[in-house]
Structure formats: C-alpha cells, structure tokens
C-alpha cells in the first residue's frame, strides 16, 4: 500500500491528544498545527483513524499544498494535483473551504476555480466533457492560509464526534470530542471512580467508559471512504474485526453520571444503552450537593452550567460557589471542570492546579484542573 499524507482536523487546544491518538495507533505525526495534525500512513490508516480517533473532528487525504497569490496559480497548481489517483469518473466532488488572511479572499470565487481545474484535470484521464457526479461522495476541502492553499479531501463524512449514539441531546450538549478529551486530560483510569454531576445527556460518562472498555468510538458508524474504490472493502471489514477484538468487555470500573433533570437522566440512559456500555454507567437524578462516594480516590470531570444567557450569570455563579463547598469533602479526588467562566476560580474557592484553554463550540473556555493526591 502507498504511502498517503493524512490530516487529522481538531477543535483547537485538541491538537496535541489528537497527534498522541495517532501515534499510539503506529502512525508518524509530520506537523501539529493550529486545528489540524498532519500524519503518514497507508489505506488501513485510513480505516483505523477513522474508527479510532477520539479528539479528532474528521480525517482528509491531502492532496497537495503550494502558495496561490492569483486566481491563475490558484488554477494552474490545483489542476497539476493527482485528483484521479482517488476520484472515479462517476464520482460526487463538492468543493467547500475556507480563505483566512490571503490575497484570495473570495470563498465563493476560489471554490469555483478549484472546481474547474479539478475538472479540466479528470478531462485528462476521463474521456468525458460532463461529469454527471452520480456516485460515492468525495467532498475536497480547500484552505487559504496567508496565501498557502491545501488541497484535501474528506475521507469520515459526517463529522467524527458523531459517534452514533446521541440521537437525542439536551439544550447544550458537549461534543463528545471535547468530552473524551477531558477524560484523557484527567488521571481517570478503569481502576479510578468517576463522579459527572452534570451529566446532561451523558456524553462525559459514556466517552469515559468508551474509553475504558476501549471500544473504538467509531464503530457503530459509517464513514464516507467506505464507499471509495481505492480503499478495498476488506480494509474496513479487517480494521472493525481488529476494533472489536480490542474490546475489555469483562473490564470493571465505576462511572456515575448525575443531573437534577429527571428529562436528562432520561436521556442518558437511552444514549449510554445505545453505546452499548450502559453496564458501566449507574445514572441517578441528583442536586449536585447530594453527591456521594464511598471511594477514597477518584474523578470529578463536570461541565457546569456556563451562565451565558441573559438572567442565568448569577445563577451559575451561585452553583460555582456551592461547587466549592460540595467538591472539598472530595478532599482526596481529582476535579476536572470546564466553563467559560473567567473568575471560576473566585467563585470556587480555590485556586486550579493548570488551566488548559479549550473551544466549546464557539466559545473560549477553560478546563481548570485540580489534582488529588496519589492514592496509596
């Protein structure tokens, strides 16, 4: 098999876990960059990183990166790029990106020529003058950076942090992405309790059993590049046979998820069942200041309510506040919260011992950390 240059798209702060991920599967990492982790593999890399990547958005081949100060260059280097290597004569080939700080800042005029150039180069191979694009989907991506062009495309479709199992969510859900990255941040380990008092629709405690079952986040999922003839459907076939002999299905460990709605825990319930790792998870309707644990050591990993709607700051500066008070009789655990809030730390108490800057969405946030000491 060839070797193929890959890139990883990461929510940014996720970058560095992103680019360990890809390591751990066999991979060598070329660049980590702002959003994004350039990596080399083969066909099955496509596969595995697909089904494996946990903090990861999605998973492009990259075709080709060169400068563009013109439309001309734009054109000319797009064209020379081997698009037929991967793209077949009845293929769909949308083109989306983006435009940042360049000279080519019209999204809609670079799509338009990357389009055509991508079509005169097919007209090379292909004795076609129309391509009908009937067939498997190849969405290319184009980035313009400081008048640096990548050219890519997409090989996971819908994003990766849809795993397959939240069908239904509450009014703010955590991308799961974002929450397996919590839980890899932490030093919660299959032999560790976990405590999420605001579980929500269960997306922290279910990436965490996810994790320590070590179930492959993808694997109740299809992907776009399933149906791409240069990948052999035996690769996926043998990478989710690998995937699921992987699984410590007789693994035992504690995960508690909790939340004052009643609609939530609901909800987590179906989600964690959809998982499959409903038998790790025990979901109770709960008022934060009702936590308990009989474990000496363990993790709190909580997303809190972040305050950001009119009429809501006082509240949650109120819940940050009793957080203090309710997580010190935790005195031997670990705490691990992310919210937006930029004086969290008054309002709990105490000062973190590391902040790490993250993106919930949109929205600038901080998973402040607090370490427990190590257990005995």
Known sequence: MAKIELTAITLFGLEALAAREIRDLGYETVTVEDGRVTFIGDEMAICRSNLWLRTAERVLVKLGEFEATTFEALFEQTKALPWTDWIPENAAFPVKGYALKSKLFSVPDCQSIIKKAVVESMKQVYPNTWFEEKGPLYQIQFALMKDRATLMIDTSGDGLHKRGYREN????????????????????????????????????????????????????????????????????WDARKEAHAQIKSEQAFRIVGSDIDAKNIALAKENAALAEVEEWISFEQLPVKEITSQDSYGCILCNPPYGERLGELKEAENLYRQMGRIFSRFDTWSYYILTSHEKFEYLFGRKANKRRKMYNGMLKCNLYQYFGPRPK
């Open 169 to 236: 969510a509450n009014e703010a859900p955590l991308r799961e992405t974002l929450a397996a990255a919590m839980v890899q941040l932490s030093v919660w380990n299959a032999g560790k309790a976990l405590i999420d008092p605001f579980c929500g629709s269960g997306t922290i405690p279910i990436e965490a059993a996810l994790i320590g079952a070590n179930i492959a986040p993808g694997l109740q999922r299809e992907f776009a590049a399933q149906s791409w003839e240069r990948i052999p459907k035996a690769l996926w």
